[in-house]
């Protein structure tokens, strides 16, 4: 039987293949790690491993701005009206 052979010559191949990703993996621009920009969590998949080292880098992330929302202004927690204490 020659099945290990085609065994043997399996292994190998996958190896080369991973490095090769590897080396083709970009680098956050943040922490310099390695990752994979589909697995990213950030809006600049290319740039930053993460939403956190987006968000840490530029101070404020992709996704915020495009879900922005003007800061609500502080609403009077209950508009009293000034007549309470009139009547006795
Ligand atoms: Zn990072």
Do not use: W
Request: glycine content about 4%; some cysteine.
């Amino acid at each position: 039987m020659n099945a290990t052979e085609d065994r043997d010559q399996s292994i190998p191949e996958n190896a080369p293949a991973f490095d090769a990703d590897l080396h083709a993996m970009p680098h956050c621009k943040r922490c310099n790690l390695a990752y994979l920009p589909n697995k990213s969590t950030s809006a600049l998949k290319l740039t930053y491993c993460s939403f956190l080292c987006e968000l840490g880098d530029l101070g404020f992330s992709m996704q915020g701005l495009e879900h922005m929302q003007r800061v609500p202004k502080e609403v009077p927690a209950d508009p009293q009206p000034q007549l309470v204490a009139a009547a006795e």
